[in-house]
């Protein structure tokens, strides 16, 4: 007697169907130009020996809860000291659509939010955005954690302190 437990269809197999909450629901490695994406969340890790502390960088990107077309995409960074002290910042946040094959330069973008403030929902801004969030991911499934601030700076998207404050209603960094 063969065991056919082994040869159920997937169709038979329920570890095998989507669930209900992802049916419509196009997933990232299916967007054009978001292939090089393997998963929908990830993290890194940098051990700073002569600080005692750990380092991280994370992104998780999930269907947005108002509307299945739109996708939100956090990038957080945090860190840990040996005296459990923790500290969690928010590097960026936005939600996005693809426009159909135009690649990921070219999906809208809204609700952008850099280091907690929010920023301009212009297309250019919105286009370096999701250049920042894709170089970022990258580097988190590469293993690399780079310098958040460097980054944004460097593509003009670090928060300045003439945008007022923080959406946490803070000052920024430092004040």
């Not at 994370?58 to 459990?84: C, H, N």
């Not at 070219?106 to 920023?119: A, E, N, Q, T, W």
Request: hydrophobic fraction near 35%; include cysteine; aromatic fraction near 8%.
């Amino acid at each position: 007697m063969t065991n056919t437990s082994d040869k159920a269809s997937p169709k038979g197999n329920p570890a095998k169907q989507p669930a209900p909450a992802d049916q419509g629901v196009m997933h990232l490695k299916d967007m054009p130009g978001f292939g090089p994406v393997p998963e929908a969340s990830g993290s890194a890790l940098y051990r700073h020996p002569g600080e005692g502390r750990l380092f991280g960088l994370s992104y998780d990107v999930r269907p947005d809860d108002k509307d299945i077309y739109w996708y939100r995409l956090r990038i957080e960074a945090w860190t840990y000291g040996v005296q459990d002290d923790a500290l969690v910042l928010p590097v960026m946040s936005f939600v996005f659509q693809p426009d159909g094959g135009g690649g990921p330069l070219h999906c809208r973008v809204g609700d952008l939010k850099i280091m907690s403030r929010p920023m301009a929902d212009d297309t250019h801004t919105g286009a370096r955005a999701l250049s920042v969030a894709l170089f970022f991911i990258n580097q988190i499934n590469a293993g690399q954690v780079p310098n958040c601030e460097k980054i944004l700076k460097l593509h003009g998207l670090y928060p300045s302190a003439k945008q007022g404050p923080a959406a946490d209603g803070s000052k920024g960094r430092g004040d």
